[in-house]
Each structure stands twice: as structure tokens, then as C-alpha cells.
């Protein structure tokens, strides 16, 4: 019978769940009449599970991360037993066989016999949704399942930038059942878009933004599991292992991230803005200085409606490069004019 995993057990750059009490805090001391909240760069989706009372909108350009959100968050019912089936199948599993994962990742972030094992999972998940044996959110739920225990035994420092030469194999995959509701909020909805794309077409009271706050792009950091939620087998490259990540770089991450935080807060239709971003401009390495300048956030917040800002001593997780003991998050909450 298959263990269980909640939605936080998983590495990820930025992830705000030990910050969730202090950004609770704020929204309920702060914000009257909340109904739906957007998290419109949702990650791992933390801030949005925060929410479970609430009709919830996650967004994040990485399928990776958006099929993980719709297996947490989405409406629709899935089939628990399936599911459970699925993965004690997929863990007393054999796989022998070379497949896409063997060829191109043996023996860097897994070894060989968990590489041939992640390949026939995946496949096989597809093979099945294809012929209607499961539907979309218990596809979602696997291949949830199967990201979350890769990344459980992946030899990287938390990332996929690089793998960890010269150690032991010493654990090997083991999928876990994700511990997922049947019964969310019947309007929910899970996107993967480009936010700025997105943002025009919501409507809510409470939209929370959380972007980059640096140079280091999410979809080089993540390229493997991404590479694995959409499989569709690209040809990959370098020492890291690496498929064409083009579409999917975030400007965010860029000189022209102000200017696209610019873009995205005046097309947003809400009551309240709630924007996360610590206090690294200055600070750390030329890779860790934010892209945003605090005039910026202030100017931009500032047109859209009155401005408060929130902050608590922190300890993110980082790539093991930048180890600030100062390091603050703020909220920057905006309580938007009416529009006209």
C-alpha cells in the first residue's frame, strides 16, 4: 500500500511555505471580503493551498509546476483507488528496457535502473489517459506523484543546473500518493500561461504575485521535471543535460522585469494586490540582486491604489551559493482604487 505526500514536500527555489502563516496573517488582518485569490505565479502552489476556503486560480508558465496545481487544486474528481493502484503497480514494478530517460539520463541525476523506471512510468501514464483509462486530474496526480519522488532522490543540491558527480545511488524512486481533495472549491481553476497573458482576463479579490526576484530563469533550474511532465522526448544537451528552454525564459528574471511588473499590474482587475519580494537588491552575488528596485514596486503599486508593506526575517532555500542571515521577505500589500 503506497505511502503518502503532501503538497510541500518537495525542493523548490522561493517556496514561500514557512511563510504562509505570515502572509495569512496579513490577508486576514487585511483584506475584507475575500473570495477568490489568484496566485498568478503559483511554483509549487504553497500560497495558494493556504487558501482552501477560498475559489483559488493558480497560474505558472511551467507545465511542470501547472500539473502539479491541477492535481492539488483542480475541481474535477479523480478516482482515488485507481490512483493508489497505479502507484503500488508502478513501484514493485521491473524495467529492464532502455526508453527516452536511459539514453539521455543514466547515471547523472538517477542511475540507470531508476532512469528505465521514470521512462516506463511516464509512458505508461500516457499510454493510459490516451486510451481513456484515467482521466486528466488522475493523470495529473501521477505524474505529480512520480516528479515528487524524483525529486526525492535526485543527486542535485535542490535544482537541475548540475548533478552531483561521483556519489552513491543509494535511494531509489518510490512514488508516493499525493494527498489531494475531492472536494475543492467547484470554480477553481489552474493555468499555464505567461502571467502578463493572463492577467487582463481575471477577475478576483485578491490577486498574489510572487515573480522571480532574480537572474536565475525557473525552466533551467527545473529543465529535467519539466522535461518529464510534458514528454515529449526533446533532444537534450551539455554537461546538465539540458532541452531548448526558449519559450519558456521569463522576462522577470531579465533588465526588463520592471517594466513587465509595470505591464502586469495595470491590467489587473482586483480589490487587492499582494506582492512578495525580499530585499536582495543590493545585497549577495550579481545573480541574487533583484531585478526590481523598491521605487519601482512603490512607483508602480502606487497608480493602482494605497500601499502597505509587511516584513519578517527569513531563511529561503537558495542554490547553496548566497547564505544571508539578513535576508528579509516583504509583502507589499496595494488596495486597489475602484475602477470606473
Not at 531508476?114 to 481513456?132: M, P, V
Not at 491590467?267 to 523598491?294: E, F, P, Q
Amino acid at each position: 500500500m503506497a505511502g503518502t505526500t503532501n503538497i510541500n514536500n518537495r525542493r523548490y527555489l522561493g517556496n514561500k511555505y514557512r511563510l504562509l502563516p505570515f502572509i495569512q496573517s496579513v490577508v486576514n488582518n487585511e483584506c475584507d471580503q475575500i473570495h477568490t485569490v489568484v496566485d498568478i505565479f503559483a511554483g509549487t502552489g504553497a500560497v495558494a493551498s493556504a487558501f482552501p476556503d477560498k475559489q483559488v486560480i493558480t497560474n505558472d508558465i511551467l507545465y511542470s509546476n501547472y500539473i502539479c496545481n491541477y492535481a492539488w487544486f483542480s475541481s474535477e474528481r479523480y478516482h482515488p483507488d485507481l490512483v493508489e493502484d497505479l502507484i503500488d503497480l508502478y513501484n514493485t514494478v521491473q524495467i529492464n528496457e532502455d526508453n527516452y530517460m536511459t539514453q539521455n539520463f543514466s547515471d547523472t541525476y538517477f542511475c540507470r535502473e531508476d532512469c528505465a523506471k521514470i521512462g516506463y512510468i511516464r509512458e505508461n501514464i500516457e499510454q493510459r489517459y490516451h486510451f481513456n483509462e484515467i482521466n486528466f486530474r488522475d493523470r495529473a496526480l501521477l505524474i505529480t506523484s512520480l516528479l515528487y519522488a524524483m525529486d526525492k532522490i535526485a543527486k542535485t543540491c535542490g535544482h537541475y543546473d548540475a548533478y552531483r558527480k561521483g556519489v552513491r545511488f543509494d535511494e531509489h524512486l518510490k512514488l508516493l500518493l499525493p494527498l489531494a481533495g475531492n472536494d475543492n472549491h467547484p470554480d477553481n481553476e489552474c493555468f499555464n500561461m505567461d502571467s502578463n497573458e493572463l492577467a487582463g482576463n481575471l477577475h478576483a479579490d485578491l490577486v498574489y504575485i510572487d515573480p522571480p526576484y532574480n537572474s536565475r530563469q525557473y525552466c533551467d533550474a527545473y529543465h529535467l521535471l519539466e522535461n518529464v511532465a510534458r514528454w515529449e522526448k526533446p533532444e537534450v544537451s551539455g554537461v546538465a543535460r539540458k532541452m531548448d528552454r526558449t519559450s519558456l525564459k521569463s522576462r522577470y528574471c531579465t533588465k526588463d522585469a520592471a517594466e513587465a511588473f509595470e505591464h502586469l499590474i495595470e491590467n489587473l482587475h482586483c480589490r487587492y494586490i499582494l506582492l512578495s519580494y525580499n530585499n536582495m537588491a543590493t545585497k549577495g552575488n550579481d545573480r541574487s540582486n533583484a531585478k526590481i528596485a523598491d521605487e519601482d514596486i512603490l512607483r508602480v503599486l502606487g497608480r493602482k491604489g494605497e500601499i502597505k508593506v509587511f516584513s519578517e526575517d527569513y531563511k529561503a532555500f537558495t542554490t547553496g551559493k548566497s547564505d544571508r542571515s539578513d535576508n528579509q521577505e516583504r509583502l507589499f500589500l496595494c488596495i486597489c482604487r475602484q475602477e470606473d
